[in-house]
């Protein structure tokens, strides 16, 4: 797909009903399920300008980047169609990248498909009076006992979708995003030979609006308003593979990774916005594993603990509606806080055992 089912919710006038901004042209808008609103599952909404709702100034700026993007799908500034970077990405660094890690692929592999066909293996019903004889019974046949006979029973279909996605923000700049890249790439390699369902996306807030929204402060500028707003700054999600096609076809964007970053971090709502393309799914089973290297930062009328609390909210949210979501802490232990379910790899010799033994179970 294009990428534009993004599931962010964008909306063409402010927060607060100021002049100044534009309207979204109809190509600019992201397509919404509609059975996902965002934040509506624990908030009204009402925008009491104090922190007791997570409200953003507005959602009309945030962006979903493919490497299907038209090159001025976000208006002229060519700075805001980080797309075009994706599509430039060089399939001779991700093949560079996963042929230093085949070893420790490979073992991953070995690990994935092990806990795959324990799930898949099909099992024995016993005590039937026809089918195959049961070895264990030989005594009760030869006693008359018709009982000693089993069958097959056909396992369970293996249905399960997994979103990897990865905090790009300025703080991962360096090692943290080229350690986020290797484990991306290896855990996709992993899973493109499994029937398992998978895409990897991104997030921060790197994008701006200059020139869209002059003479209000907060979007592309150094001035907030202290208005009673939890977020200013547009969002950005990247779509480096995704779920309908094959890892060959993205090995372009997937080079690209480190090379993403820059901004703050809204985590809570990057994982709303991951959650609302994984809850379109028709899997049986959902997990999500976010790679982040600290906590959620970003201009926030209202403080760290608003920002906190607000993906401690998302991340119950989530995992209420049924989601595995564990944090992978990228030479951080900062994802404990937040995440029931976390792992923390500080090099790329951990993976194996840390992230695939999680994901195994």
Same mark, same amino acid.
């Given at each position: 797909?294009?990428? &534009? ?17 534009r ?34 100034m507005?959602?009309?700026?945030? +962006? ?7 090159p ?12 075009q970077?994706?599509?430039r990405g ?7 990248r996963? &042929? ?8 991953? +592999?070995? +690990? ?32 008359? &006992?018709?009982?000693v006979?089993?069958n ?21 700049s ?30 921060? &807030?790197r ?11 907060g ?34 964007p ?8 820059g ?10 916005g ?61 994802v404990?806080?937040?995440?029931? +379910? ?20």
């Amino acid at each position: 797909g294009d990428g &534009n089912t993004g599931g962010l919710r964008p909306h063409p006038s402010l927060g607060r009903d100021q002049k100044g901004g534009r309207k979204l042209k109809p190509d600019e808008a992201l397509e919404v399920d509609p059975t996902f609103i965002l934040q509506k599952s624990w908030s009204d909404m009402t925008h009491t300008g104090d922190e007791s709702h997570y409200v953003p100034m507005t959602n009309a700026f945030d +962006k979903v980047h493919t490497q299907h993007d038209e090159p001025q799908k976000y208006g002229d500034y060519d700075g805001n169609n980080l797309g075009q970077e994706l599509k430039r990405g060089s399939v001779k660094v991700f093949d560079n990248r996963r &042929n230093k890690m085949v070893g420790k692929i490979n073992t991953m +592999k070995r +690990k994935l498909e092990r806990a795959i066909m324990a799930q898949m293996e099909r099992e024995w019903s016993f005590g039937s009076t026809s089918g195959v004889l049961d070895s264990r019974r030989l005594t009760s046949a030869y006693n008359g &006992n018709p009982y000693v006979w089993k069958n097959r029973d056909e396992g369970k279909e293996f249905s399960t979708a997994i979103t990897i996605l990865i905090d790009l923000s300025g703080s991962m700049s360096g090692k943290p995003a080229e350690l986020a890249m290797d484990v991306s790439i290896a855990l996709s390699e992993c899973l493109e030979a499994t029937p398992v369902a998978y895409e990897v996306l991104g997030f921060n &807030n790197r994008t701006s609006e200059y020139g869209e929204l002059s003479g209000i402060s907060g979007i592309g500028g150094s001035r907030y308003s202290r208005e009673g707003y939890s977020r200013y700054e547009p969002l950005d999600i990247y779509v480096f593979k995704d779920f309908d096609g094959r890892l060959h076809e993205y090995r372009a964007p997937m080079a690209t990774i480190s090379k993403m970053v820059g901004g703050n971090n809204t985590d809570g709502e990057a994982l709303l916005g991951a959650y609302a393309r994984l809850a379109k799914r028709t899997e049986e089973r959902r997990i999500m594993l976010t790679l982040s290297d600290g906590y959620p930062a970003f201009h926030c009328d209202f403080g760290s603990r608003h920002m906190y609390q607000h993906l401690r909210d998302v991340i119950a949210y989530i995992t209420k509606k049924g989601v595995d979501l564990i944090g992978i802490g990228i030479d951080s232990d900062a994802v404990q806080q937040f995440y029931p +379910k976390w792992q923390v790899i500080n090099d790329l010799s951990d993976l194996p055992k840390a992230t695939m033994d999680e994901l195994g179970k």
